[in-house]
């Protein structure tokens, strides 16, 4: 297999025409372009040096075409929005927002890196309260604690038994939530607030790609 070779089929390795992909897909991509490659968001990142790639090295990979790699990795799903980069970033780019949008997008592409913990809770925390427009408690906690197995577990559970016999006791936990648990009023409200945040980012995509094009003429 040669190096452009692909090893998963959703996956290019080089795509000369990536930026122009994250300027329609990405939210705040089309400021990609901007960055200067100062450096100064990869040095404020407080999680950063922990990371596969800072900002600073994925807008360069970006640039550069590297889809596959960019697509792949963690790096973007660790930002945990605390807009250090943003304020200090001299060009002014959305950083954070790039950085949640290549996640998202990734994640459209069904690219996203399996088993990583914020993206598993993101859609844990989606999938939980999207049907009754609230979060069912109960059934996070148990998702927290059980997601790794059922011995890792009962062993959170366990370490964690004095806080929720309190919360038992001070009416903040009710264990029948387990069995359907109350939902909001307006379910349909919800759906309907769903569908509508889908068609205004369906709007932004177009938008952007209107744009880019309207810049490439
Ligand atoms: S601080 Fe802004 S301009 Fe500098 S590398 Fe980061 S994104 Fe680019
Ligand atoms: S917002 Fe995200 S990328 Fe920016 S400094 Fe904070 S953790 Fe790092």
Redesign the pocket.
């Known amino acids: 297999m040669d190096a452009q070779t692909p090893t998963n089929p959703g996956l290019r390795p080089y795509r000369p025409d990536f930026l122009r992909e994250v300027e329609r897909e990405v939210e705040g991509g089309d400021m990609v372009k901007m960055c200067m490659q100062c450096g100064v968001?990869a040095g404020?990142?407080?999680?950063?040096p922990h990371w596969e790639h800072?900002?600073q090295k994925l807008f360069m990979m970006i640039r550069a075409g590297q889809r596959d790699a960019v697509l792949a990795t963690d790096s973007?799903w660790?930002?945990?929005?605390?807009?250090?980069?943003?304020v200090r970033c001299p060009r002014k780019l959305p950083?954070?927002t790039i950085?949640h949008g290549l996640a998202s997008y990734a994640q459209r592409l069904g690219l996203a890196p399996k088993m990583q913990p914020t993206r598993d809770l993101s859609l844990a925390f989606y999938r939980n309260f999207r049907k009754g427009g609230r979060l069912n408690e109960v059934k996070f906690t148990l998702w927290v604690y059980f997601h790794d197995g059922l011995r890792a577990g009962v062993k959170k559970a366990w370490a964690m038994r004095g806080i929720g016999l309190g919360m038992l006791k001070a009416g903040r936990l009710n264990p029948f939530e387990m069995f359907g648990g109350h939902r909001c009023k307006d379910t349909k409200g919800i759906a309907a607030m769903l569908a509508k945040v889908q068609q205004i980012e369906q709007r932004e995509q177009a938008r952007r790609e209107e744009a880019r094009q309207g810049a490439a003429h």
């Open positions: 968001c404020s990142c407080p999680f950063g800072s900002p973007m660790m930002c945990t929005s605390c807009y250090n980069c943003v950083i954070t950085m």
